[in-house]
């Protein structure tokens, strides 16, 4: 059997991760897996309950599973608590207890949808990235002064470092993810000025050599964020640090339009974490109108990278497909002339197309 853990967490997590259970199981069915369910809290939902943001009795459950479904955590009524009880901690528990090294997020420009996204059609049509983000490394955990004061002036700093085995790791895991795509890596830098980004490019560069079939090409950090709004469809995977992953992860999500059709997947050492890019959407919380295809994407991802079912993975995506196809929208995507419907619904039908 392959357990995995559904972490519901606040808001709309609650509608979206039964949404994407009630995919699962549907899949289960049809491919064999063996997938076993077993629900854990989190966020405030887990204060309430046990007066902490994450239990160890859930991470632990956690750290035995197969993969973690996460919907997502927070809500104003928690956002007065003292830092180490709010929501967000969750987040941070999971990272560091189950050592969450990378952040995988695809950007997929749907045909349906590419009215839907910022940029021109003729430019993002077609569009499939995937961004692989350094997560526990680099200058959000280097170290840092907050203020000193030197010549009579007060200044702050922080520092950016990184191992050549935590570039290897995140390298090899690009690479690998390449295989399972098109076969292109663009390393992300700026080796141009930072040390440490230039002992990034000579690992990515030593790493490539494992990987003949794989094509590899560098980009300096701006240039980078310029081509992704120039030519997205350049891109196949991008491996890059924590900080520039930050930022350009972001960017590539716009392009495709919808924040609530954006999967994610977190790989760690021990168990991997499979979660939407978007919050817990306190606003549209219990209506029955969230959008449920990120989650469920999260849920092919899992299926993908922890549980190596490619074929249950593809099959749920190209049900999504399918359901956008057929002129299917929940709220947050739906202009005149499509099929208005809410979570429960689209989620049926989209087990329908499985
Ligand atoms: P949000 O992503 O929750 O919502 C932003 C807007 O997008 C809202 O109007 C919302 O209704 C809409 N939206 C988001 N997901 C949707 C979906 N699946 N279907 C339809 N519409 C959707 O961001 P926010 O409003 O800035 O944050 C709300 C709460 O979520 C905050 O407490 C924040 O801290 C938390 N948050 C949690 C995570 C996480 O758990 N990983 C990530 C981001 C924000």
């Given at each position: 059997?392959?357990k995995?853990i559904?972490?519901p ?5 609650q ?11 549907q899949?289960?069915?049809k ?6 369910f077993e629900?854990?809290d989190a966020g405030?939902?887990s204060?309430?309950?046990?007066g902490?943001?994450l239990?160890?009795?859930a ?5 035995r ?8 955590v927070?809500?104003k009524?928690w956002?007065?608590?003292?830092v180490h009880l ?7 528990g999971?990272?560091k207890g189950?050592?969450?090294f990378a ?5 997929k420009v749907?045909?349906?949808l ?8 003729e430019?993002v ?7 692989v983000?350094e997560l526990v490394?680099?200058?959000y955990?280097?170290p840092r002064c ?8 007060e200044?702050a700093w922080d520092?950016?470092?990184?191992s050549?085995?935590?570039i290897?790791?995140i390298t090899?895991l690009a ?7 098109r076969?292109?890596v663009t ?5 141009n000025?930072l040390a440490?980004s230039r ?5 990515v560069?030593d790493v490539?050599k ?6 590899l090409?560098h980009?300096?950090v701006?240039?980078?964020?310029m ?10 995977v ?9 930022i ?6 716009v ?14 050492e021990l168990?991997?974490l ?5 919050g817990?959407a306190?606003d549209?919380?219990g209506?029955g109108i969230a959008?449920?295809m ?12 922890s549980?190596?079912a490619d074929d249950a ?5 190209r049900a999504?497909?399918r359901t956008?196809?057929?002129g299917?929208?929940t709220?947050d995507i739906f202009?005149?002339g499509?099929?208005?419907?809410g979570?429960?619904e ?6 329908k197309?499985l």
């Amino acid at each position: 059997m392959k357990k995995i853990i559904v972490i519901p967490g606040d808001g709309i997590g609650q509608e979206i991760t039964a949404s994407a259970v009630t995919v699962l199981k549907q899949v289960d069915a049809k491919f064999n897996i063996g997938l076993e369910f077993e629900t854990r809290d989190a966020g405030g939902t887990s204060y309430e309950k046990f007066g902490t943001p994450l239990t160890d009795e859930a991470l632990d459950a956690c750290k035995r599973a197969d993969g973690v479904l996460f919907g997502a955590v927070g809500g104003k009524k928690w956002d007065s608590l003292p830092v180490h009880l709010r929501p967000e901690k969750a987040i941070f528990g999971l990272r560091k207890g189950l050592g969450l090294f990378a952040n995988l997020r695809p950007t997929k420009v749907y045909p349906e949808l590419i009215n839907s996204s910022p940029l021109k059609p003729e430019l993002v049509g077609g569009s499939d990235l995937l961004i692989v983000r350094e997560l526990v490394g680099g200058i959000y955990f280097g170290p840092r002064c907050e203020s000193e004061t030197k010549d009579g002036v007060e200044q702050a700093w922080d520092t950016e470092i990184y191992s050549v085995p935590e570039i290897e790791r995140i390298t090899r895991l690009a690479f690998e993810t390449a295989k399972l795509r098109r076969g292109k890596v663009t390393s992300v830098d700026k080796a141009n000025v930072l040390a440490a980004s230039r002992l990034w490019r000579k690992v990515v560069v030593d790493v490539a050599k494992d990987f003949p079939d794989v094509e590899l090409n560098h980009l300096y950090v701006d240039n980078a964020a310029m081509q992704l709004v120039l030519n997205p469809k350049q891109f196949d995977v991008i491996v890059t640090n924590n900080i520039f992953g930050d930022i350009l992860s972001d960017e590539a999500a716009v392009i495709g339009g919808s924040i609530g059709l954006m999967p994610s997947a977190s790989i760690g050492e021990l168990t991997s974490l499979y979660e939407p890019i978007h919050g817990s959407a306190p606003d549209i919380a219990g209506k029955g109108i969230a959008n449920p295809m990120g989650t469920i994407l999260s849920a092919a991802m899992l299926l993908r990278y922890s549980l190596k079912a490619d074929d249950a993975a593809k099959a749920i995506e190209r049900a999504i497909d399918r359901t956008l196809a057929d002129g299917y929208r929940t709220a947050d995507i739906f202009t005149d002339g499509f099929k208005r419907v809410g979570t429960d619904e689209v989620t049926d039908i989209i087990c329908k197309n499985l």
